[in-house]
């Protein structure tokens, strides 16, 4: 459906900072129906990706194709005017035109371009779209007149009115408070799956990916450093950088040792003694590298006394926090820290000595990267 | 539901070939503005240092020696120099402190103020030392009169004099000061002030010690800028200043052109150092106000200013308000009205009432040159207006939203003629157009040219001010919807910055309904506007029938002031 295929983007950043490599070489591509994600920290070059597809920015070099049209392609020469795409897209700020009703500005798309679509006939198409955001009701309301999650809902069906082969969303969640911005997301995802429509999506907030996706893109400073569905990149980040980003968990530095005696299990030595891992990236003997557990996972055994065993360390409770179903305790061992989450039911006090226990099939050695 | 199903049918078009052709056209579009504009406002500089620094003898300097040694050029500079920095002292004073009053305290009355601020836009500067000349001259002048009978006959001020001059420009100047000083203490964050009130100062020493230092830049700015403005000033010294032999630049300019023979080398020299002078002015105060932008920590950042309470002195400071708008907005409308429903001057009394009628008014209508001059100025106003504002609205366009080469020196030309006075730009039109080979001189066409070049700046700030508003977001969506760039343009952009340009354009009219300075030296008998002919009735001596035209303009523009400002809020730019 989509390919993006070697896409570079640089912007000339004025006398100080010379050129911006904003997007670096950047491969994915999105199947029919998708809905896939680019994820990553603020200025990543998420949104210039975004507008590269649109056609609103002229890349560097790489080629894009949309549904088998190849929209850009530096070595052909081509690039296809944004008008010409047939992509709807939502913009961060909604941009929503405010000398337009809601119904004028769904119905805009349908009557420009030298489109000559009869009045009738855009009259039941637009209304057909706001029935569908809900928000046939307002038709006639100036659109500055609406509150965020409207606009919101509006800027959608104009995106969705001209019936798009590819919807792009840039962060269209991001100006919204909190509850309703966890209602919209659910909404979204409803009117994606019963359209049909592939749709790329920007965002920040992982949470939101991870609940949204299909496919998950992560990326960092121009790059994309890992594809996957949103449970292959919780569970088996390849770097640190992609499990820091995805949920909070806990890092031990050390050197792989490679294959252990047990088959599919890798040994890492760190500080507090060895560790065995059942995920690895790709790493070589003598490496060093960075072992990653979740929080969740981590065991906590107040009575454990037999510390020699593998991967059983211990620890001592510095803080605990109560939040709500769940214990948040705060461990130290040795120099270092862990977090560790636990039911609720488990109450230690602080200052205990407790056991711990890194499940080695949790446990994943990643490249550093940070 | 079909709406969603993936249809190509409507996206097949024939590959648009609109932006290479777009693009070819906007260059042309870029340069022909360059021209244009560069035209307008270069040719009276070249023109002011050709005419000063040449003879029939050709290049020289010997102009300058004549026109410096002339008799009486010594006491004209000084008597400028008095003029400009007295009006300025007064002008800064009276503004900044009822600014400061008016932001910082509560005391009630305060918009009495914002109303007195509209004093320069609604009574042309012509109409407001006329009035002045009723209220103060030696014998007739009504406070005068009144300071007599009060026994205070020592109090009395003849008006044609230097302090006469300095007073009426100081006070028709003043609410500009008192709104760049408004902008600038509402700017400041008051809790620095309120942590030195904490520490124990008095409320006078944190005014000294700490107000003030925190609002200086924006202080000598003000001063700055009122400093040219009384350098440009005409009305005043004409009306004022020649009949006292107090001569200053801009009345020995006039002058110059209208003895007999005509020295234009004297009044080419004298412009040109003019220019020179508002010029360097206006320029360090742009860097200025750039240099105080860059090393700015405090930004407006949504700080209420919380009023500090003056208690027993809440009502004395709100008298002086009073005060000030009775002397900058009451007695000058009141005593034009007044004299307007005489058959002959006569001060103020019961005994005058009976005389009283509005016959002047009829007269008005009568009087063939006074018809012709409203027309004259209509048209003028409405074509300069036009012309300006959908020429900036391209100028703007190209300037904030292409890549275009040259943008950069539309913008800058496009604010210089600020630093023209409108005598000297008048001047260096006499000499452009007596020899250009194009036919305008002593027509309208010449006078809509100087219009649109003075203006040109403010025709600029209204247009780029909307059109900077318009984000480009607003565009990109358009463009993602399938609009062509003439879909986007004429469904988005112009819709978006009419009003601004709406707002602009009554701004322009106004201006160049009392515009008087470029137009005096430009008019010839049939061209005349409505301010040149209060200047032609004034000169005259039918002072009763000007009364009466100055009420009605003064009564038109209150009316365009008030239009303006409903759409200027509308488009966040300030009248000015
Ligand atoms: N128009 C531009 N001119 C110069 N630099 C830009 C421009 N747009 C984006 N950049 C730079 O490109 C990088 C990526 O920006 P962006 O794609 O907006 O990031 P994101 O959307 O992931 O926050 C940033 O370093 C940003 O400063
Ligand atoms: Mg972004």
New interface residues.
């Given amino acids: 459906m989509l390919a993006v295929t070697s896409l570079t983007k640089t912007f000339e950043g004025g006398k100080q900072f010379g050129r911006v490599m904003a997007v670096d070489g950047i491969d994915f591509t999105v199947k029919e129906g998708d809905f896939f994600t680019l994820l990553g920290p603020s200025g990543c070059g998420k949104t210039t990706t975004l507008r590269c597809i649109?056609?609103?920015e002229r890349p560097r070099s790489g080629e894009i194709t949309i549904?088998d049209r190849t929209v850009y392609s530096s070595s052909k020469n081509v690039f296809v005017?944004?008008?010409?795409?047939?992509?709807?897209?939502v913009?961060?700020?909604y941009?929503i035109?405010?000398?337009m009703n809601v119904f004028e500005n769904v119905a805009?798309?349908l009557k420009?371009?030298?489109?000559k679509i009869p009045k009738e006939q855009i009259k039941q198409?637009v209304m057909?779209?706001l029935e569908?955001v809900e928000l046939g009701h307002l038709a006639d309301r100036y659109a500055t007149k609406l509150s965020g999650g409207q606009q919101q809902r509006l800027?959608l069906a104009?995106?969705?009115?001209?019936?798009?082969?590819l919807l792009l969303l840039d962060e269209p969640l991001s100006n919204l408070d909190a509850k309703l911005r966890e209602s919209l997301r659910f909404e979204l995802k409803r009117l994606q799956r019963e359209?049909?429509?592939t749709t790329i999506y920007v965002t920040h907030d992982q949470a939101e990916a991870l609940a949204l996706s299909n496919v998950i893109g992560v990326m960092r400073t121009g790059h994309l450093l890992q594809i996957g569905t949103p449970r292959e990149i919780y569970e088996e980040p390849h770097t640190q950088f992609v499990a820091d980003f995805i949920g909070s968990t806990n890092f031990v530095q050390g050197t792989f040792q490679g294959q252990s005696s047990t088959p599919d299990t890798w040994v890492v030595e760190t500080n507090h003694g060895p560790l065995h891992v059942c995920k690895t990236a790709d790493l070589k003997v003598g490496d060093r590298c960075s072992v990653s557990i979740r929080p969740e996972h981590i065991q906590v055994l107040p009575d454990a006394d037999d510390t020699r065993s593998a991967n059983m360390w211990s620890g001592a409770i510095k803080t605990r926090l109560f939040v709500g179903e769940v214990m948040d305790y705060q461990i130290e061992v040795g120099e270092a820290e862990f977090r560790c989450r636990t039911p609720a039911s488990l109450s230690i006090p602080t200052g205990r000595t407790v056991g711990l226990y890194l499940p080695p099939e949790h446990c994943a050695a990643l490249v550093i990267d940070v | 539901?079909t709406?969603?199903?993936?249809?190509?049918t409507?996206?097949a078009?024939s590959?648009?070939r609109?932006?290479r052709v777009l693009r070819r056209a906007e260059f042309w579009i870029t340069g022909a503005a360059i021209l244009l504009i560069g035209y307008l406002v270069a040719a009276p500089l070249i023109y002011l240092i050709w005419q000063a620094f040449t003879t029939r003898a050709g290049l020289t300097i010997s102009n300058f020696i004549r026109a410096f040694q002339a008799p009486g050029t010594g006491e004209m500079i000084t008597n400028s120099v008095i003029f400009a920095v007295g009006q300025a002292i007064m002008a800064t004073l009276i503004g900044t402190s009822l600014a400061y009053f008016c932001v910082r305290t509560n005391a009630p009355m305060k918009p009495l103020l914002y109303a007195a601020s509209l004093v320069p836009l609604i009574i042309p500067g012509i109409l407001f030392t006329i009035s002045w000349i009723f209220l103060l001259s030696k014998d007739i002048g009504v406070i005068n009169q009144l300071l007599e009978s009060a026994g205070l006959g020592f109090l009395t001020l003849n008006i044609f004099s230097l302090p006469g001059m300095i007073l009426v420009d100081g006070l028709h100047l003043s609410p500009i000061v008192f709104l760049l000083m408004f902008a600038a203490f509402r700017a400041t964050d008051p809790s620095l002030e309120e942590s030195a009130l904490m520490s124990g100062a008095s409320l006078p020493t944190v005014f000294r010690r700490v107000t003030l230092p925190l609002v200086r830049p924006a202080l000598m700015g003000a001063m700055l800028v009122m400093l040219v403005r009384g350098l440009e000033s005409f009305e005043t010294p004409a009306l004022l200043g020649i009949p006292a032999r107090k001569w200053v630049f801009t009345s020995q300019i006039y002058q110059a052109l209208n003895t007999y023979p005509v020295r234009y080398d004297l009044a080419g020299v004298y412009s040109l150092t003019l220019l020179a002078i508002t010029a360097l002015g206006l320029f360090y105060v742009q860097w200025a106000n750039r240099q105080s932008e860059r090393y700015q920590t405090v930004t407006g950042k949504g700080f209420r200013p919380r009023p500090l309470d003056l208690g027993k002195w809440r009502w004395p400071v709100s008298i002086v308000f009073v005060l000030y708008f009775l002397i900058v907005v009451v007695a000058p409308l009141l005593i034009l009205i007044w004299v307007s429903l005489l058959p002959f001057y006569m001060a103020p009394s019961f005994e005058a009432l009976d005389v009283v009628s509005l016959e002047n008014y009829g007269r008005v209508f009568n009087l063939r040159n006074v018809t012709r001059s409203l027309k004259n100025s209509l048209l003028l106003a409405v074509s300069s207006a036009t012309f300006l504002m959908l020429f900036m609205s391209v100028v703007s366009y190209i300037v904030l939203k292409t890549r275009m080469p040259g943008r950069r020196l539309l913008d800058l030309l496009s604010a210089f003629p600020l630093a023209y006075p409108g005598l000297v730009l008048g001047v260096a039109f006499i000499f452009i157009y007596l020899r250009s080979p194009i036919p305008i001189y002593g027509t309208l066409w010449i006078l809509f040219l100087v219009y649109i070049t003075r203006y040109m700046p403010y025709g600029m700030r209204y247009a780029s001010t909307s059109m900077s508003q318009i984000?480009n977001?607003?565009e990109?969506?358009?463009?993602?919807?399938?609009?062509?760039w003439s879909?986007?343009f004429r469904?988005?952009i112009l819709?978006?910055v009419t009003p601004g340009l709406l707002a602009g354009w009554v701004y322009v009219m106004i201006v160049s309904v009392r515009e008087l300075s470029s137009s005096i030296l430009l008019y010839r008998s049939g061209t005349e506007v409505f301010s040149v002919i209060i200047w032609q009735l004034w000169n005259d001596g039918f002072t009763t029938v000007l009364a009466a035209v100055g009420t009605m303009m003064v009564f038109g523009l209150v009316i365009m002031v008030a239009i303006a400002y409903k759409l200027g809020a509308k488009v966040g730019v300030q009248v000015e």
């Fill in positions: 649109a056609g609103l549904s005017q944004p008008n010409e795409r047939n992509i709807g897209m913009f961060q700020s941009a035109w405010p000398h805009f798309p420009v371009g030298g489109r198409r057909q779209v569908v800027a104009r995106a969705l009115v001209i019936e798009p082969n359209k049909g429509i | 539901m709406v969603f199903t993936r249809k190509q409507e996206v078009r590959p648009w609109g932006p984000s977001e607003l990109e969506s358009a463009k993602m919807s399938g609009a062509r879909d986007t469904r988005i819709p978006l």
